[in-house]
């Protein structure tokens, strides 16, 4: 079935670092792919999405590419801020399945940005 | 904007007991969802629902039941709680179905079963 491999945190960098958590998914056929961020004391909310390969997602300053030969959909971001400290979860939604009602999560990883 | 909102935040239940969950959402979505996050994992989908009067089981819905009455409300129930039921719950809606649509969630309830 559907897998996504999610690197393991906690992740802890200085403000203004470099910033990439890498994520790579088992899937048949050609998935969507997201990543979603959780900030302290909320739910989920949609970061980016791609949805086919070599497809770039960006939002906030994050960018994370479609790569289907590698099987990955890595985030990063050139500047960190303390702000961007949070949970941030790679998922995926298969092809076969009848909408996102089956999105496939990660285990997620926090990220702590300090000043 | 209210988005989803669950009850309660927090909750310690002793074994055998029940409760439920509530979930409701202002945006008029179809789709209502209940995952679980048990530690160190991913979240897993228990129940789903794609409109009012229907729902479907998830990955992982053993002990749970759900009801959908109305658009807005997807209560998700406990029967006889067990401590492998620990666990973050949260409820997320969608507005239609497609591989590209976003969900939005709510905050999460923590619950403790000992």
């Known amino acids: 079935g559907d897998s996504v491999t999610q690197m393991e945190g906690p992740v802890t960098l200085s403000e203004e670092a470099f910033l990439t958590i890498n994520c790579t998914y088992t899937?048949?056929?050609?998935?969507?792919l997201f990543w979603y961020v959780q900030y302290p004391g909320e739910g989920l909310q949609l970061l980016l999405k791609a949805t086919k390969a070599d497809d770039k997602g960006s939002n906030k300053g994050f960018e994370a590419t479609y790569r289907k030969e590698t099987t990955s959909f890595h985030l990063e971001k050139g500047s960190v801020q303390v702000s961007d400290s949070a949970v941030y979860f790679c998922a995926l939604s298969g092809e076969s399945n009848f909408g996102n009602e089956k999105l496939t999560f990660g285990t997620g990883t926090r990220l702590t940005i300090i000043p | 904007n209210a988005g989803v909102t669950q009850t309660p935040k927090f909750r310690i239940l002793k074994i055998g007991q029940s409760m439920t969950l509530q979930c409701t959402q202002d945006?008029?979505?179809?789709?209502m969802y209940w995952y679980r996050q048990d530690p160190g994992m991913g979240l897993k989908l228990i129940y789903y629902s794609v409109g009012a009067g229907i729902t479907d089981k998830g990955e992982v819905p053993n002990g749970y039941n759900v009801s959908r009455s109305t658009t807005e409300d997807f209560p998700l129930r406990l029967e006889l709680a067990a401590p492998s039921q620990t666990s973050v719950y949260f409820c997320a809606s969608s507005y239609v179905t497609a591989l590209n649509e976003k969900l939005f969630f709510g905050s999460g309830t923590q619950l403790s079963v000992l």
């Open positions: 899937a048949t056929g050609y998935p969507s």
């Open positions: 945006m008029n979505h179809n789709y």
